[in-house]
Nanobody
Framework: QVRLVESGGGLVQPGGSLRLSCAAS????????MSWYRQAPGKERELVAT????????NYADSVKGRFTLSRDNAKNTMYLQMNSLTPEDTAVYFC????????????WGQGTQVTVSS
C-alpha cells in the first residue's frame, strides 16, 4: 500500500520559514519524480516545485524561486521543502505528489498539510 505522509505545516509570521517533509512508503522511491503542489482557498491546485529521479534536478514555480528549496533523501524515502521568506500569498494546503518515471505510470497524492502565513 502506497502512503505519502506530509508534515511540517503550521502557522508562521510573514518573513518566517517552515520545512515540509513528505515520507513515502510502499514505492520504490528512486523510480519516482516528486513534487509539491499547493491549493489556496478558492483557487486551483498549482505546482510549486519538482525534483526528478534519479538525477535530482529541480524546477520551481516563478512565485517561489529563490525562496523555496526542494530536496530528497532517497535513503530515507523522504522529500523536503524548505520555505523561507514566507508571505501571506504562500498560505495554502500543500500536497506531496509522486509520479513514476518508468512504465507503468503511477501517480499518488498525500493528504495535504496546511501552511498559514499571518501576523
Amino acid at each position: 500500500q502506497v502512503r505519502l505522509v506530509e508534515s511540517g505545516g503550521g502557522l508562521v509570521q510573514p518573513g518566517g520559514s517552515l520545512r515540509l517533509s513528505c515520507a513515502a512508503s510502499g514505492i520504490t522511491f528512486n523510480l519516482y519524480d516528486m513534487s509539491w503542489y499547493r491549493q489556496a482557498p478558492g483557487k486551483e491546485r498549482e505546482l510549486v516545485a519538482t525534483i526528478s529521479s534519479p538525477g535530482g534536478s529541480t524546477n520551481y514555480a516563478d512565485s517561489v524561486k529563490g525562496r523555496f528549496t526542494l530536496s530528497r533523501d532517497n535513503a530515507k524515502n523522504t522529500m523536503y521543502l524548505q520555505m523561507n521568506s514566507l508571505t501571506p500569498e504562500d498560505t495554502a494546503v500543500y500536497f506531496c505528489n509522486v509520479r513514476r518515471v518508468v512504465w507503468p505510470p503511477q501517480n499518488y497524492w498525500g493528504q495535504g498539510t496546511q501552511v498559514t502565513v499571518s501576523s
